[in-house]
């Protein structure tokens, strides 16, 4: 069965530390792989996305993300966080067979320390 | 990117009653989406709308229950009817342009039943 893990349930990090956040993934073909970020009270807005190509992307507010095919990884990372960061972040895969959707991890709530 | 607007934003209902969200995009979308988000959850999907057919409901999830409309490709709706207090959720609606892969997320609908 598809789905999406994201093991850590909450992380917190003090301000300006690195952070990695999670994601597995369980998918028959090559998924398309998608990050994103919900503030308080804030619809989902993409950080990133990889469907193919170099397996490390680059997204907005200084993230980063590595596909590994091998360990069916998406992780997230960020070299220094800011106290702005602190937020819910979802990890999806897009099906790129039969009818296309989404599958959400169940999320990571990251608090920032400062 | 699109930009997506939600009605109403949030509302408080009594329960037996219906609800019906509206979702707004500023361009024309091939596929829609609707997502409930119950209180400290992940995002499920309830149904893939597309402009001119039926909605695609998702397993656990009746057209009974969430009729959805289509009229064209910017609008659609989402009725949560005969609403119970297990209804109280966040109601997500999201787009995917035709250009790619990637969903893009409206503000949400809060809603709490009494």
């Known amino acids: 069965a598809q789905s999406v893990t994201q093991p850590d349930i909450h992380i917190t990090v003090s301000e300006g530390a690195s952070l990695e956040l999670r994601c597995n993934y369980s998918y028959g073909a090559t998924p398309y792989l998608f990050w994103y970020v919900q503030s308080p009270g804030q619809g989902l807005q993409l950080l990133l996305k990889?469907?193919?190509?170099?397996?490390l992307v680059q997204g907005i507010k200084g993230f980063e993300a590595e596909f590994k095919r091998s360990q069916s990884s998406f992780n997230l990372r960020k070299p220094s966080v800011h106290w702005s960061d602190a937020a819910e972040y979802f990890c999806a895969v897009g099906t790129t067979s039969g009818t296309y959707k989404y599958i959400f991890g169940t999320g990571t709530r990251l608090k920032v320390l400062a | 990117s699109a930009v997506i607007s939600q009605k109403p934003s949030r509302d408080i209902c009594q329960r037996g009653t219906s609800l019906t969200i509206q979702c707004q995009v500023d361009s024309q979308v091939t596929m829609m989406f609707w997502y409930r988000q119950q209180p400290g959850q992940s995002l499920t999907l309830i149904a893939t709308a597309n402009q001119g057919s039926e909605a695609t409901y998702e397993s656990g999830f009746v057209i009974d229950k969430f009729p959805i409309s289509r009229p064209n490709l910017t609008f659609s709706t989402l009725t949560v009817s005969n609403m119970s207090p297990e209804d109280s959720s966040i109601y997500l609606c999201?787009?995917?342009?035709?250009?790619?892969?990637?969903?893009?997320f409206g503000p949400g609908t809060r809603l709490t039943v009494l």
């Open positions: 990889y469907f193919s190509g170099d397996t």
């Open positions: 999201s787009v995917e342009q035709v250009s790619g892969n990637e969903q893009f």
